[in-house]
Protein backbone atom coordinates (compact mmCIF):
# COMPACT_ATOMS: atom_id res chain seq x y z
CA UNK A 1 0.00 0.00 0.00
CA UNK A 2 1.08 3.33 -1.11
CA UNK A 3 2.12 5.73 2.01
CA UNK A 4 -0.44 8.55 2.97
CA UNK A 5 0.39 11.91 1.70
CA UNK A 6 0.55 14.27 4.50
CA UNK A 7 -1.70 17.45 4.09
CA UNK A 8 -0.72 20.93 2.86
CA UNK A 9 0.04 23.43 5.24
CA UNK A 10 -2.89 25.83 5.39
CA UNK A 11 -3.41 29.32 7.08
CA UNK A 12 -7.13 28.82 7.14
CA UNK A 13 -7.64 30.94 10.09
CA UNK A 14 -6.47 33.37 12.57
CA UNK A 15 -5.64 30.36 14.75
CA UNK A 16 -3.55 28.97 12.37
CA UNK A 17 -2.11 32.84 11.63
CA UNK A 18 -1.12 32.98 15.34
CA UNK A 19 0.42 29.45 15.43
CA UNK A 20 3.08 30.43 12.67
CA UNK A 21 3.63 34.22 13.99
CA UNK A 22 4.61 32.76 17.15
CA UNK A 23 7.10 30.05 15.18
CA UNK A 24 8.32 33.14 12.99
CA UNK A 25 8.85 35.16 16.36
CA UNK A 26 11.07 32.39 17.87
CA UNK A 27 13.01 31.73 14.49
CA UNK A 28 13.64 35.35 13.57
CA UNK A 29 14.62 38.24 15.64
CA UNK A 30 13.79 40.67 12.85
CA UNK A 31 10.34 39.52 12.70
CA UNK A 32 9.54 39.43 15.98
CA UNK A 33 10.56 43.19 16.56
CA UNK A 34 8.26 43.86 13.16
CA UNK A 35 5.63 42.20 14.93
CA UNK A 36 5.91 44.27 18.36
CA UNK A 37 6.13 47.28 15.81
CA UNK A 38 3.13 46.20 13.73
CA UNK A 39 1.12 44.30 15.55
CA UNK A 40 -0.99 41.32 14.62
CA UNK A 41 -1.42 41.23 10.58
CA UNK A 42 -4.77 40.76 9.24
CA UNK A 43 -5.61 37.39 7.30
CA UNK A 44 -5.25 38.08 3.84
CA UNK A 45 -7.28 35.92 1.49
CA UNK A 46 -8.96 36.61 -2.08
CA UNK A 47 -11.75 34.01 -3.51
CA UNK A 48 -10.34 30.80 -4.93
CA UNK A 49 -10.83 29.52 -8.11
CA UNK A 50 -11.23 31.12 -11.52
CA UNK A 51 -12.08 33.97 -10.83
CA UNK A 52 -9.99 34.80 -8.36
CA UNK A 53 -6.99 33.04 -10.71
CA UNK A 54 -8.20 35.73 -13.17
CA UNK A 55 -7.84 38.77 -10.88
CA UNK A 56 -4.34 37.80 -9.75
CA UNK A 57 -3.23 38.15 -13.36
CA UNK A 58 -5.05 41.08 -14.11
CA UNK A 59 -3.93 42.81 -11.15
CA UNK A 60 -0.31 41.82 -11.79
CA UNK A 61 2.49 44.55 -12.70
CA UNK A 62 0.04 47.72 -12.38
CA UNK A 63 -0.44 50.08 -10.10
CA UNK A 64 -3.59 49.18 -7.25
CA UNK A 65 -5.34 52.34 -8.63
CA UNK A 66 -5.36 50.94 -12.41
CA UNK A 67 -5.87 47.38 -11.12
CA UNK A 68 -9.00 48.21 -9.79
CA UNK A 69 -10.42 50.02 -12.47
CA UNK A 70 -9.20 47.40 -15.19
CA UNK A 71 -11.10 44.75 -12.64
CA UNK A 72 -14.01 47.06 -13.01
CA UNK A 73 -14.49 47.08 -16.60
CA UNK A 74 -13.62 42.84 -16.78
CA UNK A 75 -16.42 42.63 -14.77
CA UNK A 76 -18.66 44.91 -16.71
CA UNK A 77 -17.64 43.41 -19.93
CA UNK A 78 -17.90 39.33 -19.19
CA UNK A 79 -20.23 39.56 -16.47
CA UNK A 80 -20.15 36.42 -14.38
CA UNK A 81 -15.84 35.46 -14.85
CA UNK A 82 -16.30 31.77 -16.28
CA UNK A 83 -13.79 29.98 -18.32
CA UNK A 84 -16.63 29.55 -20.99
CA UNK A 85 -17.51 33.46 -21.17
CA UNK A 86 -13.35 34.12 -21.35
CA UNK A 87 -12.66 31.47 -24.26
CA UNK A 88 -15.90 32.48 -26.09
CA UNK A 89 -14.54 36.55 -26.23
CA UNK A 90 -13.08 38.25 -28.87
CA UNK A 91 -10.14 40.46 -29.18
CA UNK A 92 -12.70 43.74 -29.32
CA UNK A 93 -14.33 42.17 -25.94
CA UNK A 94 -10.67 41.85 -23.81
CA UNK A 95 -9.52 45.27 -25.35
CA UNK A 96 -12.75 46.97 -23.76
CA UNK A 97 -12.07 45.08 -20.55
CA UNK A 98 -9.11 47.29 -20.58
CA UNK A 99 -6.91 43.88 -20.84
CA UNK A 100 -2.69 43.89 -22.71
CA UNK A 101 -2.36 41.96 -25.50
CA UNK A 102 -0.04 39.64 -23.00
CA UNK A 103 -2.95 39.68 -20.70
CA UNK A 104 -5.15 38.50 -23.25
CA UNK A 105 -2.99 35.44 -24.19
CA UNK A 106 -2.16 34.88 -20.65
CA UNK A 107 -6.51 34.40 -19.62
CA UNK A 108 -7.58 33.14 -22.83
CA UNK A 109 -4.92 30.16 -22.34
CA UNK A 110 -6.11 29.50 -18.32
CA UNK A 111 -9.83 30.11 -19.65
CA UNK A 112 -9.20 27.03 -22.00
CA UNK A 113 -6.90 24.70 -19.19
CA UNK A 114 -9.67 24.91 -17.45
CA UNK A 115 -12.27 24.30 -19.97
CA UNK A 116 -10.80 21.05 -21.42
CA UNK A 117 -9.49 19.81 -17.57
CA UNK A 118 -6.26 20.19 -18.40
CA UNK A 119 -5.87 22.89 -15.23
CA UNK A 120 -8.01 21.63 -12.23
CA UNK A 121 -8.17 24.50 -9.76
CA UNK A 122 -9.99 22.49 -7.41
CA UNK A 123 -7.80 20.22 -6.73
CA UNK A 124 -4.86 22.40 -6.05
CA UNK A 125 -6.15 22.70 -2.45
CA UNK A 126 -5.09 19.32 -1.41
CA UNK A 127 -1.63 19.32 -2.95
CA UNK A 128 1.44 19.65 -1.94
CA UNK A 129 2.93 23.10 -2.67
CA UNK A 130 5.18 22.00 -5.53
CA UNK A 131 3.17 20.41 -7.34
CA UNK A 132 0.18 22.64 -7.24
CA UNK A 133 2.72 25.53 -8.37
CA UNK A 134 4.12 23.06 -11.15
CA UNK A 135 0.30 22.26 -12.27
CA UNK A 136 -0.51 25.91 -12.56
CA UNK A 137 2.98 26.96 -14.05
CA UNK A 138 2.00 24.27 -17.04
CA UNK A 139 -0.46 27.02 -18.57
CA UNK A 140 1.06 29.80 -21.11
CA UNK A 141 1.58 32.67 -19.68
CA UNK A 142 1.02 31.85 -16.02
CA UNK A 143 4.42 32.25 -14.11
CA UNK A 144 5.97 31.38 -10.85
CA UNK A 145 5.07 34.52 -8.97
CA UNK A 146 1.36 33.86 -10.15
CA UNK A 147 1.47 30.73 -9.00
CA UNK A 148 2.60 31.63 -5.68
CA UNK A 149 0.57 34.45 -5.22
CA UNK A 150 -2.20 32.29 -5.76
CA UNK A 151 -1.35 29.58 -3.55
CA UNK A 152 -0.51 32.29 -1.08
CA UNK A 153 -3.78 34.43 -0.85
CA UNK A 154 -6.79 32.24 -2.72
CA UNK A 155 -5.82 29.10 -0.71
CA UNK A 156 -3.58 29.81 2.21
CA UNK A 157 -0.89 27.51 1.34
CA UNK A 158 1.55 28.29 3.92
CA UNK A 159 4.04 26.59 1.93
CA UNK A 160 3.83 29.30 -1.43
CA UNK A 161 6.18 32.34 -1.13
CA UNK A 162 6.86 34.59 -3.97
CA UNK A 163 10.18 34.94 -4.18
CA UNK A 164 11.28 36.60 -7.05
CA UNK A 165 8.64 39.79 -5.74
CA UNK A 166 10.85 42.71 -6.15
CA UNK A 167 9.16 44.81 -3.90
CA UNK A 168 8.93 42.09 -0.89
CA UNK A 169 12.72 41.84 -1.42
CA UNK A 170 13.42 45.38 -1.94
CA UNK A 171 11.41 45.64 1.58
CA UNK A 172 12.76 42.84 3.04
CA UNK A 173 16.33 44.40 2.41
CA UNK A 174 15.11 47.51 4.26
CA UNK A 175 14.11 46.01 7.50
CA UNK A 176 17.07 44.04 7.39
CA UNK A 177 19.66 46.75 6.70
CA UNK A 178 20.17 46.41 2.84
CA UNK A 179 21.16 42.05 4.45
CA UNK A 180 18.91 39.49 2.21
CA UNK A 181 16.26 37.77 4.24
CA UNK A 182 16.62 34.19 3.25
CA UNK A 183 13.25 32.85 3.80
CA UNK A 184 14.12 29.49 3.67
CA UNK A 185 16.45 29.52 6.90
CA UNK A 186 13.28 30.34 8.92
CA UNK A 187 11.17 27.45 7.52
CA UNK A 188 8.76 27.48 4.61
CA UNK A 189 5.76 27.62 6.43
CA UNK A 190 6.55 30.64 8.09
CA UNK A 191 7.93 32.62 5.24
CA UNK A 192 4.18 32.90 4.34
CA UNK A 193 3.48 34.85 7.29
CA UNK A 194 6.89 36.58 6.83
CA UNK A 195 5.37 37.87 3.70
CA UNK A 196 2.19 39.18 5.24
CA UNK A 197 4.52 40.96 7.51
CA UNK A 198 6.66 42.74 4.91
CA UNK A 199 3.59 43.72 2.88
CA UNK A 200 1.90 45.43 6.01
CA UNK A 201 5.79 46.86 6.09
CA UNK A 202 5.79 48.23 2.19
CA UNK A 203 1.66 49.70 3.24
CA UNK A 204 3.10 51.32 6.16
CA UNK A 205 5.85 52.89 5.11
CA UNK A 206 7.82 51.84 1.66
CA UNK A 207 5.13 53.24 0.21
CA UNK A 208 4.49 56.76 1.81
CA UNK A 209 7.73 57.49 -0.22
CA UNK A 210 5.95 57.85 -3.13
CA UNK A 211 7.60 58.19 -6.45
CA UNK A 212 11.36 58.07 -5.24
CA UNK A 213 10.72 54.55 -3.70
CA UNK A 214 11.33 52.73 -7.14
CA UNK A 215 15.13 54.46 -6.88
CA UNK A 216 15.38 53.32 -3.61
CA UNK A 217 14.22 50.01 -4.49
CA UNK A 218 16.69 50.19 -7.04
CA UNK A 219 19.75 50.51 -5.01
CA UNK A 220 18.82 48.43 -2.54
CA UNK A 221 18.47 45.93 -4.72
CA UNK A 222 21.91 46.72 -6.24
CA UNK A 223 23.38 46.67 -2.76
CA UNK A 224 22.01 42.70 -2.04
CA UNK A 225 22.10 41.30 -5.47
Do not use: N
Amino acid sequence: MAPKQAAASRIDSEADLTRHLAALAGACPHMAGLQARLGHPPLRRRPAGFEGLVQIIVFQQISTAAAAAIWAKTLATFGAITPQALAAADDDAFRAAGQSRPKIRTLRALAAAVDEGLLDLGALEAMEADAAHAALCRVKGIGPWTADVYLLSCLGHADAWPAGDIALQAAAADLLGLAMLVIGGIGRSEGAVAGTFIVILIDKVFLSLGPIRLIVIGLIMLGVV
